[in-house]
């Protein structure tokens, strides 16, 4: 069964510091994800990738950046949080020759004070 | 960028009833669209997908697709309390780029 793990599952942040939230799959697939999910908002794409080394731009990247070392990996960075980015963020992963059916993590609930 | 609308906000239904969810996309070119349902606490998980116009049935799950009317609707018979949920619509129509709507939050009373 598809698995992506993410870390840490809750975090409690001061504004201006650094925050990342970690993400791993062991599904082999070739596309990673993160979303946020705010009430009213549903679910927002920040950035994904194509493959390890690769990182895009999704529909709300200002402010975070990603990194994808490897293929397993895929890390969401906020260099300078901000309470606007207090939110839950998923995870998901997703085959290359993706139809749109993609696994999702349990979520990180960030809380930026 | 594609938009995509659900409807309603919140749905509350006996159990045995038939539960009617809506989704409306801003872009026909959308190729494959999806169903997730979310419980409280966890990830969105893939219910159902449909890429051509007309219906498909998956068990208790029917899923109308209208491209020319940009409505997509799915229909959960024999409601149970298990189904309490939010649904979650979304679209794919940008390569590995799938955009979601708000969600519908579906409570089934006993």
């Known amino acids: 069964e598809a698995a992506v793990t993410q870390s840490p599952r809750n975090k409690v942040a001061v504004t201006g510091g650094k925050v990342t939230l970690s993400c791993n799959q062991t599904?082999?697939?070739?596309?990673m994800y993160w979303y946020r999910q705010d009430t009213g908002h549903g679910l927002r794409l920040i950035h994904y990738?194509?493959?390890?080394?690769?990182?895009e731009k999704g529909d709300i990247p200002d402010g975070y950046k990603a990194s994808r070392p490897s293929q397993e990996n895929f890390s969401l960075i906020l260099e300078l949080a901000t309470p606007s980015q207090t939110s839950v963020y998923f995870c998901?992963?997703?085959?290359?020759?993706?139809?749109?059916?993609?696994?999702f993590g349990e979520g990180s609930k960030l809380t930026v004070l | 960028q594609e938009k995509v609308q659900q409807s309603p906000e919140s749905l509350i239904v006996p159990e045995g009833a038939m539960s009617s969810l809506n989704c409306t996309f801003s872009?026909?070119?959308?190729?494959s669209i999806w169903w997730y349902q979310q419980h409280p606490g966890k990830g969105p998980e893939a219910l159902i997908?449909?890429?051509?116009?007309g219906n498909k049935k998956e068990g208790r799950l029917t899923v109308y697709l209208n491209r020319a009317s940009l409505h997509v609707s799915l229909h959960i018979r024999d409601s149970q309390p298990s189904d309490s949920a939010v649904y979650l619509c979304?679209?794919?129509?940008?390569?590995?780029?799938?955009?979601f709507g708000g969600g519908t939050r579906l409570t089934v009373r006993p």
């Open positions: 990738s194509y493959g390890a080394g690769s990182t």
């Open positions: 979304a679209g794919n129509n940008a390569g590995a780029k799938l955009t």
């Open positions: 872009n026909s070119a959308s190729q």
């Open positions: 998901a992963s997703g085959d290359a020759g993706n139809t749109g059916q993609l696994y």
């Open positions: 599904n082999n697939h070739n596309n």
């Open positions: 997908s449909i890429f051509s116009n």
